[in-house]
Every structure is written in structure tokens, then in C-alpha cells.
């Protein structure tokens, strides 16, 4: 079965420092892979996705992100970090049958200034 | 871009009565609509998906006669939660797609339930 993990549960990072937010899947195939972010009380936003081609992803407000088949990874970064960057972040992956999206548990990052 | 509005964004209920939330798809046509609940400071789980014109297909362990979905057009789904209870409270997400195939998902902003 698909499975998303995020191993940090949350991460401080101080403003203009770079940022690394790790997450592992288990697929049969070829995934579809995606970041979202959430804001508190709001829904998700998609930050960006890889389907297939090149495995460094550019996505929105600076993000970017690489797919490693061979450590089963899709880790998001992004160079500097703005305050306003500060919410929940979630990797997901797109399940066969039903084009569901599985969710990992996210990753809470706060920003110091 | 596509637009997903949710409504209520909040909601406070008495026990025991049945609340309506609503997924529309405000600049396309959702062939297929997911509804997602998530617990404080956890992922979401799908509860489940339904399509345009047909029943909901509902994931292990989520009740469908407590839970009632309608995607009566292709622009609108509502979930219903019947009965409800304190262990209902949480936060509910929708989202909408027109090319499920590539997972062109939109999400709503989501609806707080909490009942007393």
C-alpha cells in the first residue's frame, strides 16, 4: 500500500536560513508526489508536483524539490526562508485506484526571527 | 486558476442535530469531489470520494449513514454530518477536480465543526 512519511514532526528555522523538509514514500510504480502547505485554519495549497522528467521540481514562493528513486525521497527546500513561510507542510502521494492523494502527517515549521 | 469555495468556514452545533457543509467548484465542473477530515495538529484522512451523479465511495472505517455525501451537479457537493456528536468536532477539507487522471486538485478552505 502507499505510504507518505515526514520524520519531522516540526523544525525551527531562523529567518534567511535555508530549509529542508524531508519525506519518504513507499509506491509500487512511479509516483505522483506533491507539497502542500497550510496555513492555521485554512485549507492546503499546492506548492508544486512531480509526475515524471526532470526530478528537481520548481514550485511556488521559491520552493523546490527533488525526487530520489533510489532513497524513495522527495525532500522540499527552499534557499531562505521568509517569516511569512511559517505553517504546516505536508507531502503527499497520488494512489492508484480512485486517484486518491495520501497524505503524511506533516511537518510544522516555525520561523525565528 | 480554479477556485474551490467551502461555506460554512465554522460551525457550532448542538448535539444530536445534523449539520450541512458545502464544496463548490466556483470556475469549473468537479467530476470528482473528496471530502478530508483533520484532527488538531494531524494530517487529513479521506473519508471519502464521490463523483458526479453516483454514490460516494466511502473509505474503511467511516460511516456512511452518518456522514452523508451528495454530488448532485458538477459543480457542488455537500457533506452532512447526522447526529452529531462531540467525537464529530473537527475540521473538514473538500476538494475538486476536473482532471482526476493528474491529480488537478483544488482544496477548500475548510470548515470547523464543533459540537457542544
Known amino acids: 500500500a502507499q505510504s507518505v512519511t515526514q520524520p519531522d514532526i516540526h523544525i525551527t528555522v531562523s529567518e534567511g536560513a535555508s530549509l529542508e523538509l524531508r519525506c519518504n514514500y513507499s509506491?509500487?510504480?512511479?509516483?505522483?508526489l506533491f507539497w502542500y502547505v497550510q496555513s492555521p485554519g485554512q485549507g492546503l495549497q499546492l506548492l508544486l508536483k512531480?509526475?515524471?522528467?526532470?526530478?528537481l521540481v520548481q514550485g511556488i514562493k521559491g520552493f523546490e524539490a527533488e525526487f530520489k528513486r533510489s532513497q524513495s525521497s522527495f525532500n522540499l527546500r527552499k534557499p531562505s526562508v521568509h517569516w511569512s513561510d511559517a505553517a504546516e507542510y505536508f507531502c503527499?502521494?497520488?494512489?492508484?485506484?480512485?486517484?486518491?492523494?495520501?497524505f503524511g502527517a506533516g511537518t510544522r515549521l516555525f520561523v525565528k526571527a | 486558476g480554479a477556485v474551490v469555495s467551502q461555506h460554512p468556514s465554522w460551525v457550532i452545533c448542538k448535539s444530536g442535530t445534523s449539520v450541512k457543509i458545502e464544496c463548490r467548484s466556483l470556475?469549473?465542473?468537479?467530476?470528482?469531489m473528496f471530502w478530508y477530515r483533520q484532527f488538531p495538529k494531524q494530517s487529513l484522512m479521506l473519508m471519502a470520494t464521490?463523483?458526479?451523479?453516483?454514490?460516494?465511495?466511502?473509505e474503511q472505517g467511516v460511516e456512511k449513514d452518518k456522514f452523508l455525501i451528495n454530488h448532485a451537479s458538477l459543480t457542488l457537493s455537500t457533506l452532512t454530518v447526522t447526529s452529531a456528536h462531540p467525537e464529530d468536532s473537527s475540521f473538514y477539507i473538500c476538494?475538486?477536480?476536473?482532471?482526476?487522471?493528474?491529480?488537478?486538485?483544488?482544496f477548500g478552505s475548510g470548515t470547523r465543526l464543533t459540537v457542544v
Open positions: 476538494s475538486a477536480t476536473h482532471d482526476s487522471a493528474n491529480y488537478g486538485y483544488t
Open positions: 509506491y509500487g510504480a512511479t509516483p505522483y
Open positions: 512531480y509526475f515524471s522528467g526532470d526530478t
Open positions: 503527499a502521494v497520488g494512489a492508484t485506484g480512485g486517484f486518491k492523494t495520501i
Open positions: 470556475d469549473f465542473q468537479a467530476t470528482t
Open positions: 464521490s463523483n458526479e451523479g453516483s454514490k460516494a465511495t466511502y
